[in-house]
T-cell receptor, first 111, second 116 residues
């Protein structure tokens, strides 16, 4: 059974650029959630995708958007990057209604 | 609004000593409750979860947690700490409902340091 994987591991961007982060769900999981973890903080819920539709969103602006594909993999897109977007971005997958399992994360640095 | 509080930012214990990490939640009804552990530069690993039923929950690596509704708490315990337990620990909650387990609210985390 393959766990949750994320790519890339690390990424450096400049302010104003756009970035796409990718996540492959654990085998058999149909729900994906994304979290932002700033340094020294707990993860903050960005949004969840279920059956390719957004199914709940945290307190994040519209420049944070996502996609879920038929194979349940997912992308997180962030437009107009700001310095405060520097963080570890975590993806988690689950079978709808059950416990979610986290990937190793993508470390994004915005300069 | 739903929130999770971990009152202790940093805890140091000696190897072999007992451990208790505190977690308080704020929510009208009983939420789903979780404890995760994060090693440096890594993602989160699930230690244990509480959905309903027995209020004492057993997890992996010898950890347990007790749900106390009257105190809105879900404290994590381990009888004897090992040096490998040094990590960041996060308590999380989600509203009851099958679609909500992926919408976790986390506390700020507690850093555990283990002295030899």
């Amino acid at each position: 059974e393959t766990g949750v994987t994320q790519s890339p591991t690390h990424l450096i961007k400049t302010r104003g650029q756009q970035v796409t982060l990718r996540c492959s769900s654990q085998s058999g999981h149909n729900t994906v959630s994304w979290y932002q973890q700033a340094l020294g903080q707990g993860p903050q819920f960005i949004f969840q995708y279920y059956r390719e539709e957004e199914n709940g969103r945290g307190n994040f602006p519209p420049r944070f958007s996502g996609l879920q594909f038929p194979n349940y993999s997912s992308e997180l897109n962030v437009n107009a990057l700001e310095l405060d977007d520097s963080a570890l971005y975590l993806c988690a997958s689950s079978w709808h209604g059950d416990t979610q399992y986290f990937g190793p994360g993508t470390r994004l640095t915005v300069l | 609004a739903q929130s999770v509080t971990q009152p202790d930012i940093h805890i140091t214990v000696s190897e072999g000593a007992s451990l208790e990490l505190r977690c308080n939640y704020s929510y009208g009804a009983t939420p789903y409750l979780f404890w995760y552990v994060q090693s440096p530069g890594q993602g989160l690993q699930l230690l244990l979860k509480y959905f309903s039923g027995d209020t004492l929950v057993q997890g992996i690596k010898g950890f347990e947690a007790e749900f106390k509704r009257s105190q809105s708490s879900f404290n994590l315990r381990k009888p004897s700490v090992h040096w490998s337990d040094a990590a960041e620990y996060f308590c999380g909650s989600a509203p009851h409902g099958s679609s909500n387990t992926g919408k976790l609210i986390f506390g700020q985390g507690t850093t555990l340091q283990v002295k030899p």
